[in-house]
C-alpha cells in the first residue's frame, strides 16, 4: 500500500522561504516520478512541479519557475519542494503525488498521478 506523508508547510510573510517534504512507502520509490500540486480555496487543484524518477527531468508551472525547485532522495525515498520568494498567491494546501506508471518523463497531468499524500497548508501573508 503506497502511503505519502507531507511535512513542512506553515505560514511564512511574503519573501519568505519553506521547503516541502514527503515521504514515500509502499512502492520501488526509485521508479516512480513525482509530482506537486496545489489547491486553493475556490480554486482547481493545479500542478506546481513534477521530477522524473531519475530526477534528471522536471517540470515548473509558469508561476513558479525561477522559485522553487524541486528535488529528490532515492535513498531517503524523499521528494522536496523548495520554495523561495513565497507570495500570498502561492496559499494552498499543497499535495505530494507519485505517477502511476514508471515513465521517466515529469509529468503535470494529474491522472498521471494514482497515490496521493494529505496535503499540507501553506500560508503566505503580505
Known amino acids: 500500500q503506497v502511503q505519502l506523508v507531507e511535512s513542512g508547510g506553515g505560514l511564512v510573510q511574503a519573501g519568505g522561504s519553506l521547503r516541502l517534504s514527503c515521504a514515500a512507502s509502499g512502492r520501488t520509490f526509485s521508479s516512480y516520478g513525482m509530482a506537486w500540486f496545489r489547491q486553493s480555496p475556490g480554486k482547481e487543484r493545479e500542478p506546481v512541479a513534477a521530477?522524473?524518477?531519475?530526477?534528471?527531468?522536471?517540470y515548473y508551472a509558469d508561476s513558479v519557475k525561477c522559485r522553487f525547485t524541486i528535488s529528490r532522495d532515492n535513498a531517503k525515498n524523499t521528494v522536496y519542494l523548495q520554495m523561495n520568494s513565497l507570495r500570498p498567491e502561492d496559499t494552498a494546501v499543497y499535495y505530494c503525488?507519485?505517477?502511476?506508471?514508471?515513465?521517466?518523463?515529469?509529468?503535470?497531468?494529474?491522472?498521471?498521478?494514482?497515490?496521493w499524500g494529505q496535503g499540507t497548508q501553506v500560508t503566505v501573508s503580505s
Open positions: 521530477i522524473s524518477w531519475s530526477g534528471g527531468n522536471t
Open positions: 503525488a507519485q505517477r502511476r506508471n514508471g515513465l521517466n518523463d515529469p509529468s503535470s497531468y494529474q491522472y498521471e498521478y494514482g497515490y
